[in-house]
């Protein structure tokens, strides 16, 4: 009778463990999330470019957050009216309580002249049942690069905004 105790007590203390740690992992820790990348900027106050993008990243990755998960989601994304790919995503990415920060720098080139854009990140993720979502957008956004036209190079700036979703 005393060892059934024992084991029933044993049995409620580790399903007590586990749902404090599920409770604590705000994305489900199966499968991919797939996340749509979507924006647009302008540069000089004329020229137009755009970004629609999915990308699958694991859950596994986006609980753990950091670097990888902006390449995962970033690095290779066409950059539309810029006949482009982002080359570079760097920064920092992580999901707290629901809670999703950071700071990411996108990197490209058009003909050989540097753009770039930086941003925080703020938004919110949620586990429903087995699948994790994510919603997430650029706040603070800086645009600048160069622009070598033959006479000398000029500074360029200009606006953006993104987001990223889950699908």
Do not use: C
Not at 117 to 142: P, Q
Not at 146 to 154: D, R, V
Request: proline fraction near 1%; hydrophobic fraction near 40%; charged fraction near 25%.
């Amino acid at each position: 009778m005393r060892s059934n105790m024992r084991a029933s007590v044993w049995a409620i203390a580790i399903a007590l463990v586990g749902l404090v740690v599920a409770a604590g992992m705000p994305i489900a820790q199966a499968g991919d999330v797939a996340l749509v990348f979507s924006g647009e900027g302008q540069t000089q106050g004329r020229y137009n470019f755009s970004w629609n993008h999915e990308a699958k990243v694991s859950s596994e990755k986006l609980a753990a957050g950091g670097e990888e998960v902006l390449k995962a989601i970033f690095q290779g994304a066409e950059v539309k009216g810029d006949d482009s790919k982002i080359d570079k995503a760097s920064g920092t990415f992580k999901i707290d309580g629901g809670k999703v920060s950071g700071h990411v720098k996108l990197e490209w080139k058009v003909q050989g002249n540097p753009k770039v854009i930086e941003a925080d990140l703020d938004g919110t993720s949620s586990t429903t049942g087995e699948t994790g979502k994510v919603s997430f957008a650029a706040k603070n956004v800086k645009v600048s690069g160069s622009w070598n036209w033959g006479g000398g190079e000029m500074a360029i700036t200009g606006k953006a905004s993104f987001k990223v979703e889950s699908k």
